[in-house]
């Protein structure tokens, strides 16, 4: 009985990693001052006949800290490649010399700032949202295994620990969106 209450228990704990490895991950796809190749994850091109994404295609490089430069393996796709980050919704400007494509990243206005920190704030609110669903779902698992003979005591301490893990990855993304909001002030 206690053996699946740890389950329980590391099932939570997993799912509330997830979360946080995901916010971070979504959060390396919001524009700092900096170019990153990271801001192109998640573009599709149709080359080939199909939707692949950009570094499947392309080498994604920063030359300077305001620039970044694709360049196709296959200079056939460059125009494919071109047209997916002008259809992008992160309002970049691409420029195609025929053998690569130059991106000028423009300094972020105040104004812009303001908006990407809100809309890292949103992600980092869906992150904890995961995380308390993670919680509710092992409170409820718990509870049932209780109601099928696990001690009462040992059901409280199961439900304990998984608030003590939900406190703990709270603060994670507290610290990760802290960490990202300070990149995307910082001028």
């Known amino acids: 009985m206690s053996q699946e209450l740890n389950d329980i228990i590391n099932d939570a704990q997993a799912s509330m990693d997830k979360a946080c490895n995901h916010l971070a991950q979504e959060l390396l796809r919001v524009r700092t001052g900096k170019a990153n190749p990271a801001l192109l994850e998640g573009i599709f091109a149709d080359v080939y006949g199909s939707s692949m994404p950009l570094n499947a295609v392309a080498n994604i490089t920063t030359p300077d800290a305001r620039t970044l430069v694709v360049q196709p393996w296959d200079k056939t796709t460059l125009r494919a490649i071109e047209t997916a980050i002008i ?53 409820e698992k718990i509870k049932k295994l209780q109601k099928d003979g696990l001690a009462e005591d040992l059901a409280k301490d199961g439900e304990n620990r998984v608030q003590q893990g939900t406190d703990k990855h709270i603060v994670k993304v507290d610290d990760i969106l802290a960490a990202k909001e300070k990149e995307i002030m910082t001028v």
């Open 87 to 139: 259809n992008s919704q992160l309002g970049l400007n691409p420029g195609n010399d025929g053998e690569i494509i130059r991106i000028s990243l423009p300094p972020l206005t105040e104004e812009r700032r303001k908006e990407l920190v809100k809309m890292a704030k949103g992600m980092a609110e869906d992150a904890k949202v995961s995380i308390r669903n993670a919680r509710r779902d092992a409170n």
